[in-house]
């Protein structure tokens, strides 16, 4: 039986790997053992933060909310349950823009959950 020595594969899979290295710096874009280790890392690492950029943006609304509502009177706990109670169905990434470029918009938001509420 002839022997089989797997270069092509192993040369795609390399080539696989520094493709995805490029733009790293030095011999992480170039040498293979030091890019497989760094694109091993920087996949690790995009898929957490692909979740935690969720949380974050979360965090920023509700605290774009709290200050705005503060501003108007409120508290974002008391503000959020009237809302809920209005039976207003808006979500925090809306209400945190609307705070910030319409607060206009966002009291008249206020001043209907408190009155229905």
Request: glycine share 6%; net charge positive.
């Amino acid at each position: 039986m002839s022997r089989v020595k797997n270069g092509p594969t192993t040369r795609r899979r390399r080539a696989k790997i520094l493709a995805l290295a490029k733009g790293f710096r030095g011999s992480r874009s170039k040498n293979y053992k030091a890019a497989k280790e760094t694109v091993m890392r920087a996949l690790a690492y995009s898929y957490r933060d692909r979740r935690t950029r969720k949380r974050d943006f979360r965090r920023l609304w509700i605290s774009r909310i709290g200050i705005a509502a503060r501003n108007c009177g409120t508290t974002y706990g008391n503000f959020m349950n009237d809302m809920k109670k209005a039976g207003i169905e808006l979500n925090r990434k809306i209400l945190s823009e609307l705070a910030v470029n319409n607060p206009v918009v966002f009291q008249q938001i206020i001043d209907e959950s408190r009155k229905t509420a």
